[in-house]
């Protein structure tokens, strides 16, 4: 199983809401991230989590809070966000530790902030 | 200031030609390059590496040279087939401290597509 799956698929949600994005994983994987893409733009990195540890946040505002409860699942928490907020929400996941160690991603998660 | 540049938003290549795709880079830090595919509705895959020790990489159809000295890299697709048309993104990662995970600094992307 080389998969990693993203719900939703879809999200619309207003600026006061709070809502979850859900990652999951079972590759054994304990390195997972979080990237967000917006329209004709790269993916851009958001948070690694290492062992269920976080060790990189890219200076995200705090509206965006990420979890990993275990080593098979990561969330991003999201609340009172932005419009400008509105992009796909790529989640990844790899072996941790020293050398390359290939990401895969999931479908993401595309989400509209009204 | 963008890292790592894809400069062809878009490449037009017949069936059975060579699919060439370039990335440039800056920082110097990066240890590897890798080359992930994108359809539509779907996150990125994996299609090659290279180690910032090495300058080819061959898969299959796929291989990768990288020019350190130029701080660039080429995808090479031989032949190209109409499957490969879709979105290419150009990363890469910086070394990494202390045996933690890092992440990847990806390109703008190039639209391949590949014409019967």
């Known amino acids: 199983d080389t998969e990693v799956t993203q719900t939703p698929k879809h999200l619309v949600m207003g600026m006061t809401n709070k809502k979850s994005l859900k990652c999951e994983q079972h590759m054994g994987h304990r390195a997972m991230y979080w990237y967000k893409q917006k329209a004709k733009k790269p993916p851009e990195l958001m948070f690694v989590?290492?062992?269920?540890?976080?060790?990189i946040n890219e200076s995200v505002p705090s509206r965006f809070s990420p979890e990993c409860p275990n080593s098979s699942l990561l969330n991003l928490h999201l609340h009172a966000l932005q419009p400008e907020d509105s992009a796909l929400y790529l989640c990844?996941?790899?072996?941790?530790?020293?050398?390359?160690?290939?990401?895969?991603f999931g479908p993401g998660t595309r989400l509209l902030v009204l | 200031d963008q890292q790592v540049k894809q400069n062809s938003p878009s490449l037009s290549v017949q069936e059975g030609r060579i699919s060439i795709l370039n990335c440039d880079y800056t920082?110097?830090?990066?240890?590897?390059f890798l080359w992930y595919k994108k359809y539509p509705a779907e996150g990125p895959t994996f299609l090659i590496s290279i180690s910032s020790i090495k300058d080819k990489n061959e898969d299959g159809r796929f291989t990768v040279f990288l020019n350190k000295s130029a701080k660039h890299l080429s995808l090479h697709i031989v032949p190209s087939q109409p499957g490969d048309s879709a979105v290419y993104f150009c990363a890469a990662r910086k070394m990494a401290s202390g045996g933690g995970a890092d992440g990847l600094t990806f390109g703008k992307g190039t639209h391949l597509i590949i014409q019967p």
């Open positions: 920082n110097s830090m990066f240890d590897y």
């Open positions: 989590y290492s062992y269920e540890k976080l060790s």
């Open positions: 990844a996941s790899s072996q941790a530790g020293q050398g390359l160690r290939r990401q895969y």
